[in-house]
Nanobody, 127 residues
């Protein structure tokens, strides 16, 4: 069974940076990590950023535009989220999500578009 392994979360002061990574384990070539979501207690899981399988097209939610960068290393089938200028309101559990297939240039904004989810990694930004 393929799983997604996330890493890179932690505690950082406001204005600092973190880099999240997401890589499939098991039959890693059978799914493509393409989305980062986040969730706070009592809230819906929301999309942070999405990237096409080719890595050329990206989408960001308004609150992170200009501060976060999503990318893919296709040779490693690994997805990253570089988070700069972090704010306390970025505090959440961050989840990566993957699809079993995709058109090369498409990205996906809806939770239902993803079939496999990581376990989540906590990001805490102190003021």
């Amino acid at each position: 069974q393929v799983q997604l392994v996330e890493s890179g979360g932690g505690l950082v002061q406001a204005g600092g940076s973190l880099r999240l990574s997401c890589v499939p384990s098991g039959r890693s070539s059978s799914i493509y990590p393409m989305g980062w979501f986040r969730q706070t207690p009592g809230q819906e899981r929301e999309l942070v950023a999405a990237v096409s399988r080719s890595g050329t097209n990206t989408y960001y939610t308004d609150s992170v535009e200009g501060r976060f960068t999503i990318s893919r290393d296709n040779a490693k089938n690994t997805m990253y989220l570089q988070m700069n200028s972090l704010k306390p309101e970025d505090t959440a559990v961050y989840y990566c999500a993957a699809r079993p297939d995709s058109a090369s240039g498409a990205y996906y904004r809806m939770k239902d578009s993803y079939a496999t989810w990581g376990q989540g990694t906590q990001v805490t930004v102190s003021s």
